[in-house]
């Protein structure tokens, strides 16, 4: 409550979002799939499969698209960049409104688990929820303001995280899958074929 930042980007998401709440509209209905990040994602060769149908609904068309984008934000910044120009330059200015207002809708989700995280953990667990807030209140500030986030801001956040983790965590990761993230995160997105 006392962040004085945060409450000031959540204010202009929020305004955003509802001035422009025909494009979310305009692009609701389709079939979409709620959580799609690199841990739902497995590749085998020059194929991407997708898991967990259980997020799979009708709502906006980006909202799987924003998700994933978001994380690429973390695992493969020139990744993200592609796609997001993919999308301006091939489905137009509305479009790209629609997908950043999913961006901006799906971030906010990720700074109320991390804000939550803070009342929640001690440790080295809080100075993770900690840096969550920072980076992702950079994120959605870049993505209002239709900037890229600097890469500076990405590589301190992912080596002070990587510090922050325990063995064990990095352990379970690694255990649960993180097989698309890995790909993703060393190939630069890049299939062999």
Known sequence: PDNKRVAEVIRRAK???????????????FLTHADCAPHNLRVSGNDIYLLDYTSMHFGNKYEGWARFLNFMIIFNQPLELA???YVRRNRGEEE??????????????????YTEAL?????????IARLGVEFWTDALQSIIDDKVLPEEIIRLFN??????????????????????????YKTGGRSSG
Not at 96 to 113: E, G, T, V
């Open 159 to 184: 080596q002070k995280r990587e510090l922050l983790r325990s063995e064990e965590e990095k352990k379970r990761q690694k255990e649960i899958g993180h097989t698309a993230s890995s790909f993703f």
């Open 15 to 29: 305004e955003i979002i509802f001035k422009n709440h025909i494009a979310i509209e305009r692009y609701s209905s």
């Open 96 to 113: 790209y409104l629609a997908l950043r207002l999913m961006r901006i809708y799906k971030i906010c989700f990720l700074l109320k688990y």
């Open 83 to 85: 796609l997001v120009d």
């Open 119 to 127: 009342t929640k953990t001690s440790g080295d667990l809080h100075a």
